[in-house]
């Protein structure tokens, strides 16, 4: 059984309000690294893809995505609107018009979000960027597949991880965005990109439960 598009559309909402509730959170993990804007900017984010999923009420998985995607990246400036953006809009490539999303779906999504933002930002793992979070969240999805998980278990299972993956951001030096303009000053501190990768999988694991 896989998640239908009233599903993913009720995921991404849920995604939204997780966002708002730790929009402040990551604003101060930004502010600290970076320029004060990333909590605002996917909230912003957010609410825009919550009132165009209303407008538009897509009728695929797929077509959800696809919606995030745009706006994410027409609505959120910075480095993570187009890379967030980018992964959405793999992901709903990966889907294509398919009705449902099955675990095998899920992680073929995951895996190409990931492959998305590093397509788009060329940051490899331990760059303390959002991909420090992803890259095993999307190991940990596989696994837990190939274990017999369902789709909320994998999901747990990738959400988990990328908690692990975020905290490994503190003790790095940044290589990759605004972060990496204070060398060895940004050790210490929580990549913002990194905590709402791993709030966002929450969202999600938390929706298909
Ligand atoms: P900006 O840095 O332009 O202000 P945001 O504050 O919204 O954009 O997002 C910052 C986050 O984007 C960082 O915490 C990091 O996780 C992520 N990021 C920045 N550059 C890259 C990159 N090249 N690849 C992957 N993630 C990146
Ligand atoms: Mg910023």
């Known amino acids: 059984?896989?998640?239908?598009?009233e599903q993913v559309t009720r995921a991404v909402i849920e995604a939204a309000g997780v966002v708002a509730e730790h929009r402040s959170e990551l604003i101060e993990l930004d502010r600290a690294?970076?320029?004060a804007d990333h909590g605002e900017n996917?909230?912003?984010?957010?609410?825009?893809?919550?009132?165009?999923?209303?407008?538009?009420?897509p009728q695929t998985p797929g077509a959800v995505l696809k919606i995030a995607a745009t706006t994410l990246i027409s609505k959120?400036?910075?480095a993570a609107g187009p890379l967030y953006g980018t992964a959405f809009l793999r992901a709903a490539t990966k889907l294509g018009d398919r009705s449902e999303v099955d675990v095998e779906a899920?992680?073929?999504?995951?895996?190409?979000?990931?492959e998305g933002v590093q397509a788009r930002g060329k940051a490899v793992e331990g760059d303390a960027t959002m991909v420090d979070a992803l890259l095993p969240a999307v190991a940990a999805a596989e696994v837990a597949a190939k274990g017999g998980a369902d789709v909320a278990?994998?999901?747990?299972?990738?959400a988990e991880a990328a908690d692990k993956g975020a905290e490994s951001t503190v003790d790095l030096v940044a290589r990759k965005g605004r972060a990496s303009y204070l060398g060895e000053r940004a050790i210490g501190h929580l990549d913002p990109g990194a905590r709402?990768?791993?709030?966002?999988?929450h969202a999600f694991a938390e929706a298909a439960q």
Request: aromatic residues 2%; proline residues 0%.
């Open 1 to 5: 059984m896989g998640c239908t598009a």
């Open 33 to 35: 690294i970076g320029d």
């Open 153 to 158: 278990g994998v999901l747990a299972a990738a």
């Open 106 to 114: 899920l992680v073929e999504v995951l895996r190409a979000a990931l």
């Open 42 to 57: 996917l909230n912003r984010g957010f609410v825009a893809i919550v009132e165009a999923l209303a407008q538009a009420s």
């Open 196 to 201: 709402s990768t791993a709030l966002l999988l």
């Open 76 to 78: 959120v400036g910075g």
